[in-house]
């Protein structure tokens, strides 16, 4: 099975889009670089905050009280 011109086409144009137009693919492969370090620093940001916030909350909450608490309390005064 011999190639033919059609199938030369048909590479020639893959490799043309591919490769051709100032390292195109490098272009793209650091701006996905920069998008995935983009996401993991959100992601940690999101981690620190949400720490930082249930520590917040925990050192200035009370416990709540149970219903049942609260009736017992009531017939003892």
Same mark, same amino acid.
């Given at each position: 099975?011999? &190639?033919?011109?059609?199938?030369?086409?048909?590479?020639? &144009?893959? &490799?043309? &889009?591919?490769?051709?137009?100032?390292?195109?693919?490098?272009?793209?492969?650091?701006?996905?670089?920069?998008?995935?370090?983009?996401?993991?620093?959100?992601?940690?940001?999101?981690?620190?905050?949400?720490?930082?916030?249930?520590?917040?909350?925990?050192?200035?909450?009370?416990?709540?009280?149970?219903?049942?608490?609260?009736?017992?309390?009531?017939?003892?005064?």
């Amino acid at each position: 099975m011999a &190639v033919g011109w059609q199938q030369l086409l048909i590479v020639l &144009v893959i &490799v043309l &889009v591919l490769f051709g137009g100032r390292g195109r693919i490098s272009s793209i492969m650091g701006d996905m670089a920069k998008g995935i370090r983009s996401f993991k620093k959100g992601l940690n940001d999101d981690e620190d905050e949400k720490g930082a916030k249930g520590d917040a909350n925990i050192a200035h909450e009370t416990p709540p009280t149970s219903p049942a608490s609260e009736s017992s309390e009531k017939t003892k005064a």
